[in-house]
């Protein structure tokens, strides 16, 4: 059942302008199909791999193995992460330097 209603006056400022709908099961039809839930999965982390240059930074990413459908719960959680790996040959070590 859909009822629609059309446009409000639109000489009053303060009236309400647009459309107004409303849905409501028909008692004599049979019911819709039900939604079965397919709620939404990640894939499996890549392996790590560096920033670039001497940022410090490795990531690793995942994509999404299964969407969900209209009834299903969306994914939770990041499709990247991020962690400290600092090249061997990015590492800066110090050194006491005598003025002269």
């Given at each position: 059942l859909t009822t629609t209603k059309g446009p409000t006056g639109f000489t009053n400022p303060r009236a309400c302008k647009g459309h107004e709908k409303e849905y409501g099961a028909c008692p004599d039809l049979p019911t819709c199909d039900v939604c079965e839930p397919v709620d939404c999965k990640f894939g499996d982390?890549?392996?790590?791999?560096?920033?670039?240059g001497c940022t410090g930074l490795c990531i690793r990413q995942r994509s999404i193995g299964q969407e969900n459908n209209q009834c299903g719960r969306p994914c939770a959680g990041s499709k990247t992460e991020t962690k400290e790996c600092l090249k061997k040959e990015c590492e800066v070590t110090h050194q006491d330097c005598v003025l002269g």
């Open positions: 982390w890549q392996d790590w791999f560096s920033g670039g």
